[in-house]
Structures are given as C-alpha cells and as structure tokens.
C-alpha cells in the first residue's frame, strides 16, 4: 500500500521569502511518481510538479522546485519568492505499481503574509 | 472541452435519497477519475475508468456507490440512498495516459455534496 505524509497542518511565509512544504512517502514498488498540488478556496486542483522515482535531477517549475531525497522517502516543496496567490492549500501526491491512481497526503494551508 | 466539466457545482440532498454527478472530461482523453474529498482532508481515490477497460472500483467505499462512463467520455458517480457521511466534495480528474503522467491529471472544480 501506499502513504503519504505531511506533517505542517499550516505553515505562515512572509512575501518575497522562500517556503518548504514538507513530504514524506511510503511504497515498496520502484517505480513511482510523485506529484504536488495547490488547491485555492475556490476548490480546483491545480497541477504544479511531477517527479519520476528514476529521475537523477530535482525536477523544476518557475518558482517551483522538488527536493526528491529518495534513500529519506521525501519530496519536499520550495515555494521561492512567495507571492500572496500562493496562499492556498498545497497537496502531495504519488503514483505507484502503474495503477493510475493518486494517493494523496492531508494537505498544508499555506497562507502568505505581507 | 477546454477543461473537466462538473455539475451540479452544489447539491444539497435530504438523507435516504439518490443522487447523480455528472463529469465530462478533456476531449480525447481516455482516463477518468473520480475522488473523494471530506472537510479538511486530502483526496480519496474512488474509482478509474481507462478506454474501454474493465473500471477500477476499489476505492468505493460501499455499494450504494456507483459510476459509469458511456461511449468512452461523460461519467456519472451515483450514489444510493444517501448517508450524512457522503457530504463531500467529490471530484473528477481526467488525463491522457499516453502523454504520460508528468503532464498530471486535469481536474474538474467539483461537486460539493450536502446531505441533511
């Protein structure tokens, strides 16, 4: 079976300054793939980054990066430069055994401060 | 569509009826997915249709539960005589396998299910 953990219920960030969200996963298939989401009050999900288990580099988006530490099970988010529209609801995600199927972690509220 | 489609947005139902949710996904894309979504939890997995295969039911949580997806696109989620634990918001996601699953899923804004 597959886990997800996320440990911050809710994390604070000044604008401007980096933030990361914290993941941790469980699976004993190899092959796997990890996912981060933003959900904002207005409910969508929105897709930020995909990171592949035989990817060899962190995987980048924007402002956006994925700190993959395989041997530790983490997939950490690095929110760089926070902005106000990231104050949202942030979702870790994996993919395991080609199923298709996402197993989602509880979530961080991340809420930006001036 | 330019994106995953659901209605109704809200429906608000009396305990012991039947409802139906409605998604129409991403033209051309062959995978759909519904989820789970209760207050201040993360999603959980119902169901996966793919093409022309057999559905994979095992994230449904009992058999009142029930989908369908007719000619390949639109699916409807029924759910059977309603409980107070099936408030929810529950959403459809769809994608295309082929292009692989770095492109993520694309997801629909959802049904937010009340049951009084």
């Known amino acids: 079976a597959q886990k997800i953990t996320q440990t911050q219920p809710g994390m604070f960030v000044q604008e401007k300054e980096a933030v990361t969200l914290d993941c941790t996963y469980d699976t004993s298939d190899p092959s796997y793939g990890l996912f981060w989401y933003k959900q904002p009050s207005s409910g969508e999900m929105i897709f930020l980054i995909y990171q592949g288990s035989y990817d060899q580099q962190n995987a980048t988006e924007g402002r956006y990066s994925l700190n993959f530490q395989k041997a530790r099970k983490s997939a950490n988010l690095v929110i760089s430069a926070s902005q106000l529209g990231d104050s949202a609801m942030y979702f870790c995600?994996?993919?395991?055994?080609?199923?298709?199927?996402?197993?989602f972690g509880t979530g961080t509220q991340l809420k930006v401060e001036l | 569509g330019a994106g995953v489609s659901q209605s109704p947005s809200n429906k608000v139902t009396e305990k012991g009826k039947d409802v139906e949710l409605r998604c129409d996904p991403i033209?051309?894309?062959?995978?759909l997915y519904w989820y789970r979504q209760s207050l201040g939890q993360g999603l959980e997995f119902l169901i996966y249709f793919q093409g022309n295969s057999a559905p994979d039911k095992s994230g449904l949580p009992s058999d009142r539960f029930s989908a369908e997806r007719t000619g390949g696109s639109v699916s409807t989620l029924t759910i059977q005589r309603t409980q107070q634990e099936d408030s929810a918001v529950y959403l459809c996601a769809s994608s295309s396998p082929g292009l692989g699953l770095e492109y993520g899923y694309t997801f629909g804004s959802g049904t937010r299910l009340t049951v009084v």
């Open positions: 995600a994996m993919e395991a055994g080609g199923g298709n199927k996402l197993t």
């Open positions: 033209s051309g894309h062959t995978a």
